[in-house]
T-cell receptor, first 119, second 113 residues
């Protein structure tokens, strides 16, 4: 089945130790997103890629970076995790509509998430 | 800007009870509307969607109708099961914000046997 896969499902890191979370997709979608979610609150968008075009949200801390080496994979790098960065990190993908604005997106499909713990 | 407001939770129901979770929105243009469900420890799963006025989305016994006149997209199910216990998020795809998903705050549903 086509899907969005996140690895690892659970990640423990130490305060200040860099960590990388991984997302892959078999849907061949152009757009990939990273969200942060705390305590069953609504997910908060950190950034997204439209193909290789990176779009950062204005309030995303510089501590969070992302890489998309190809269509299938996207990585979230947290350079110096703080206690406040402990959260569920969700990856999602979508394809744009066939016509019209390329920035409009279709349904987003989410992965199972990575639960990050910072000690 | 565009926004979504959901009925506050937690909502606790007995098995086989009728469920309504209210969702209203504010948006410019004609957004697509979604309900996502999140089971404990999992990511979000698309439950249903509607892309234009009067469309009804349905899945797994859940339904929601896109009501432009009342700017609402209420989620309903006729008979809930314990396995429906989860957090439900209403969302819209915002034309003004490049198609980003704007989420409601989520409603936690707990179904007791």
């Amino acid at each position: 089945d086509a899907m969005v896969i996140q690895n690892p499902r659970y990640q423990v890191t130490q305060f200040g130790k860099p960590v990388t979370l991984s997302c892959s997709q078999t849907l061949n979608h152009n757009v990939m997103y990273w969200y942060q979610q705390k305590s069953s609150q609504a997910p908060k968008l950190l950034f997204h890629y439209y193909d290789k075009d990176f779009n950062n949200e204005a309030d995303t801390p510089d501590n969070f970076q992302s890489r998309r080496p190809n269509t299938s994979f996207c990585f979230l790098d947290i350079r110096s995790p703080g206690l406040g960065d402990a959260a569920m990190y969700l990856c999602a993908t979508s394809r744009p509509p066939g016509t019209g604005s390329p920035r409009l997106t279709d349904t987003q499909y989410f992965g199972p998430g990575t639960r990050l713990t910072v000690l | 800007g565009d926004s979504v407001t959901q009925m506050e939770g937690p909502v606790t129901l007995s098995e086989e009870a009728f469920l309504t979770i209210n969702c209203t929105y504010t948006a410019t243009g004609y957004p697509s509307l979604f309900w996502y469900v999140q089971y404990p420890g999992e990511g979000l799963q698309l439950l249903l969607k509607a892309t234009k006025a009067d469309d009804k989305g349905s899945n797994k016994g859940f339904e929601a109708t896109y009501r432009k006149e009342t700017t609402s997209f209420h989620l309903e199910k006729g008979s809930v099961q314990v396995s429906d216990s989860a957090v439900y998020f209403c969302a819209l795809s915002s034309y003004n914000q490049g198609g980003k998903l704007i989420f409601g705050q989520g409603t936690e549903l707990s179904v007791k046997p």
